[in-house]
């Protein structure tokens, strides 16, 4: 079992429509990142939670840590957020090694 | 404020061959690391750097190997390269502890 699992693989929604991604971890962590990758790699680090909650415009992250789990939400999506959303966790070891989920691939339909 | 840079951008190599890639992270920033991404396996820490010493290192085959300078620019060298060593690698750095990860373009290097 990996030790950070994201839900949907894949996930394609008409344009304005409420998006959620979640991402769930199974060992001790520091911090959470959400990353977003558009075709070319470029890799963007959206949020980096340990606690609560992050809003940053359209998009939104949340943490719960007892429960281990995240969720990106992103509000009245458009066809620009169509990209990879990866979710990766910092070990509460000190380090800066980050773990990553398989990512959820978003499409926006126009 | 410079974003971090990696060169060369693109590379192309040979079976056997070797390789180094470069990351010059953000200024102040003293910590980088090395990531491998390829679709089969996705993202993969490869190691950190902190202050010219590796703190981690991934599970990755000791063909790969880095080292940081003073500056806090870091080199990653894969020596003997294999066809599966195709990929994006990515680095980023980040002030130790900090909420400020820094991700850089990346170098994709294809291995013929």
């Known amino acids: 079992k990996n030790e950070v699992e994201q839900s949907p693989q894949n996930l394609t929604a008409q344009e304005g429509e409420f998006i959620t991604i979640n991402c769930s971890y199974s060992v001790g962590i520091s911090a959470l990142h959400w990353l977003q990758q558009h075709p070319g790699g470029g890799i963007v680090s959206l949020f980096m939670l340990s606690s609560g909650k992050k809003k940053h415009g359209r998009l939104i992250a949340t943490i719960n840590i007892q429960e281990k789990h995240s969720s990106l939400h992103i509000t009245a999506s458009h066809p620009r957020d169509s990209a990879v959303y990866i979710c990766?966790?910092?070990?509460?070891?000190?380090?800066?090694?980050?773990?990553f989920g398989t990512g959820t691939r978003l499409t926006i339909i126009p | 404020k410079a974003g971090v840079t990696q060169t060369p951008r693109y590379l192309i190599k040979t079976r056997g061959q070797q390789v180094t890639l470069s990351c010059s992270p953000i200024?102040?920033?003293?910590?980088v690391s090395w990531y491998q991404q390829t679709p089969g396996q996705g993202l993969q820490f490869l190691f950190e750097y902190f202050s010219e010493t590796q703190r981690n290192k991934g599970n990755f085959p000791g063909r790969f190997s880095g080292r940081q300078f003073s500056n806090s620019r870091s080199e990653m060298n894969v020596s003997t390269l294999e066809l599966g060593d195709s990929a994006l690698y990515l680095c980023?750095?980040?002030?130790?502890?900090?909420?400020?990860?820094?991700f850089g373009p990346g170098t994709r290097l294809t291995v013929t």
């Open positions: 200024s102040g920033h003293r910590s």
């Open positions: 990766a966790v910092k070990s509460n070891f000190g380090n800066e090694k980050l773990t």
């Open positions: 980023a750095s980040s002030s130790a502890g900090r909420d400020n990860t820094i």
